[in-house]
C-alpha cells in the first residue's frame, strides 16, 4: 500500500500555543469575562482569603504568553488558571486544588461548563419567547413543535459534555482509544517525527452524539505540542486531516519508549480544541486531557514498523480510554 502524504495543514501555518484551548470562542471569553467579576467580588467582601491565596501562590508570571488570548494576568486562586496553567508562571500548591475538585467528579466535562451554563440559558429564553407566542394565540401546534425542538436541543447540548467514567485497562501493551466515535481510518501515512518518515495512522470521527472527551492511548512523556489553524471541513473526510484547525501531542511511551502522536482536528461544527497539556508532562493511560467541542475527529499515529496486534477495523464504535485498539507484540 503507498503511504498517503501526511502534509501540515494547507490553510494557515503553525501557530504559538497561548492557552489550552488556542482557537480562542465566545465560551472562553465568557468565562474570563466571569472571572474577571468573580474576582472583583473577592477583592472587595473577601479580603482575607485573597491575602491567604496570595501568601500561596508560587512562581512568576510577567511574561505568560496567555496575555495574548485575554489572560490579564491577575491569579487569585486555581480557577483563574483553568485555561492559562499550561503557559502561566503561577502555581497553587496542591490543597489549594482540593477545595474545587468536586468540579472534576460532576458527570459533565470540566472544560465546558461555560457552554453548557450559556446554552441552557439559551434554551430558557427561548422557551419563553415560545410562551408568549402561546399567550399571543399563536397556532398550538407551532408552539407544540417549537416547545419540543428547544428541549430536544438542550437534551443534545446535556449529552454532549457528558463525561461517564471509564475503566481503563492495564495492559501495559494494550494502546487504547484516544477518543469516542467510529473507525473511519486505518492506513499507512508519511508523518514528520517517526521512523523513516512513515507511520501508521488511525483516524475516529466524532458526531454531535459521541462523548468528546481525549485520553491518552498510552502511559508516556509529553514531548512535543504543535497547533495549526486550518479550516473547517466535514471530519468525516480524510482531508479534513490535512487541511482543518487541530493540534499535535506527540508522546513517547514511558516502557517500550516508541513514538506516538494524537492530533485533535476540529470538524464542521466544532471549532474550539482544549489541549491541558504541556511538553515535559507526564500521562498515565486513560488520563483525559482535553476536548473538541462538537462534532470532530482524532486520529493516532504509531511507527509504521511497530510489530501490533490490531484489534479493530473500518466502522467499528469505539470508546476513549476502555477501547483497545491494538496490542504490541514486541
Not at 517525527?193 to 458526531?207: H, M, N, Q, T, V
Not at 501531542?249 to 491541558?276: E, K, W, Y
Amino acid at each position: 500500500m503507498k503511504p498517503e502524504q501526511q502534509s501540515y495543514p494547507g490553510f494557515g501555518q503553525e501557530s504559538p500555543i497561548h492557552s489550552i484551548q488556542p482557537g480562542g470562542g465566545w465560551g472562553m471569553s465568557v468565562e474570563l469575562l466571569w472571572g474577571k467579576f468573580r474576582r472583583w467580588i473577592l477583592k472587595r467582601f473577601c479580603r482575607m482569603y485573597v491575602t491567604e491565596q496570595a501568601a500561596s501562590r508560587q512562581g512568576d508570571c510577567s511574561t505568560c504568553p496567555g496575555r495574548a488570548q485575554g489572560c490579564t494576568g491577575e491569579v487569585i486562586d486555581c480557577r483563574d488558571l483553568k485555561y492559562f496553567n499550561t503557559v502561566c508562571g503561577y502555581s497553587f500548591p496542591d490543597q489549594q486544588h482540593h477545595r474545587f475538585a468536586w468540579r472534576e467528579k460532576l458527570f459533565f466535562a470540566r472544560w465546558g461548563l461555560a457552554e453548557l451554563i450559556m446554552f441552557t440559558l439559551g434554551c430558557m429564553l427561548a422557551s419563553c419567547a415560545v410562551g408568549l407566542l402561546a399567550y399571543a394565540e399563536t397556532p398550538y401546534w407551532l408552539t407544540i413543535t417549537l416547545s419540543v425542538l428547544i428541549f430536544l436541543f438542550w437534551l443534545e447540548i446535556i449529552w454532549f459534555f457528558r463525561d461517564p467514567p471509564r475503566k481503563i485497562p492495564e495492559n501495559n501493551f494494550a494502546v487504547v482509544s484516544p477518543a469516542d466515535g467510529t473507525i473511519v481510518e486505518i492506513s499507512e501515512v508519511d508523518a514528520e517525527g517517526f521512523p523513516e518518515g512513515k507511520a501508521f495512522r488511525i483516524g475516529i470521527f466524532l458526531s454531535v452524539f459521541n462523548v468528546h472527551i481525549n485520553r491518552s492511548p498510552v502511559t508516556g512523556t509529553v514531548t512535543k505540542l504543535r497547533y495549526f489553524p486550518g479550516r473547517f471541513l466535514n471530519a468525516m473526510k480524510t482531508v479534513s486531516a490535512r487541511v482543518n484547525e487541530q493540534l499535535w501531542i506527540d508522546m513517547q511511551h514511558d516502557q517500550l519508549n516508541f513514538p506516538l502522536r494524537v492530533t485533535q482536528i476540529s470538524g464542521a461544527l466544532a471549532r474550539r480544541i482544549v489541549c491541558d497539556l504541556k511538553t515535559g508532562q507526564k500521562v498515565i493511560k486513560g488520563q483525559k486531557f482535553g476536548m473538541i467541542k462538537l462534532g470532530s475527529r482524532t486520529e493516532l499515529y504509531l511507527p509504521h514498523n511497530l510489530d501490533i496486534d490490531l484489534q479493530v477495523k473500518i466502522g467499528d464504535k469505539v470508546r476513549g480510554g476502555s477501547s483497545v485498539l491494538l496490542h504490541i507484540k514486541n
